[in-house]
């Protein structure tokens, strides 16, 4: 069965647990998406019970430091592994045009050139413009641009077996965009905070949702499961509980908050 493996579940600033991003687990493979902010990545895919050198596929979304800075490692383990000969094949990383370079410029300044020797040889960039479609894993990706005035960031809708997963990235979702999430199946959305403490945590300003908010899209677009993070992190115990029942007022479907290490089952 399909699975997201969550690696991380918090936003840029979070130190309790780790930022958002997830193993997507296909049939024919696996799809890491987005990569924190640093070596926590190795930390996670191992507690989740993946070695780096299992990772053949990356997609990157956008430039912020809680999603990009993690590549170094990456590049650094599938590097080494492939230095040892114990790596298959490619490493493949996908990203929009203004972040190839980026990734290659942070790696090239923190790694050796025994490590990023392997660009364009066996670390292949795939640059994807809005709308374009790539076949990862037996699946096709179509990857667009959420619009965000912050810095430019992608997204995807999937079609995979469990049905269509739109994944949105970490900003609202822009009108222009809706049509991906339209009846998914699977819908990941970010949600900074709790509708109830917006006067505490200030999304608008930070370009993120609530969970009410994210729950209300959900409805209106007749989404049937939606996970909710990219959250705040002051009452993590309770997140889950609050977080769902919040979202339960206007979502009738599945409501997914995890904590970080855990599998959702696609179905
Ligand atoms: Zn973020």
């Not at 005035?149 to 979702?173: I, S, Y």
């Amino acid at each position: 069965m399909e699975k997201i493996h969550v690696l991380g579940t918090g936003n840029a600033m979070v130190t309790q647990c780790f930022n958002t991003c997830y193993l997507l687990e296909m049939e024919q493979g696996n799809l890491l998406v987005d990569c924190g902010g640093g070596n926590g990545i190795l930390r996670q895919l191992k507690a989740a019970g993946f070695d780096p050198a299992s990772v053949h596929h990356i997609f990157l979304t956008h430039e912020h430091c809680d999603h990009l800075t993690g590549i170094v490692w990456m590049v650094r383990a599938v590097a080494t592994a492939m230095n040892k000969g114990k790596y298959q094949g490619e490493l493949h990383i996908y990203c929009h045009s203004g972040l190839e370079p980026m990734v290659r410029t942070i790696c090239g300044f923190m790694l050796q050139k025994k490590m990023t020797a392997h660009f364009d040889e066996r670390i292949l960039f795939h640059v994807v413009e809005d709308g374009q479609r790539e076949e990862i894993c037996g699946h096709t990706f179509t990857f667009f641009d959420i619009r965000s005035t912050k810095a430019p960031q992608f997204a995807f809708l999937a079609g995979l077996e469990c049905g269509r997963l739109a994944f949105m990235g970490d900003e609202p979702v822009n009108p222009a965009c809706e049509e991906y999430a339209k009846g998914a199946q699977w819908l990941l959305s970010e949600a900074f905070c709790l509708d109830e403490e917006a006067e505490k945590f200030k999304p608008y300003e930070k370009h993120h949702s609530t969970a009410a908010d994210a729950a209300k899209l959900a409805q209106r677009l007749g989404a049937k499961n939606l996970v909710l993070w990219h959250t705040e992190e002051s009452d993590l115990a309770h997140r889950k509980a609050r977080y769902t029942a919040e979202a339960a007022r206007y979502f009738e479907g599945g409501i997914y908050v995890p904590d970080d290490l855990d599998v959702i089952e696609l179905k």
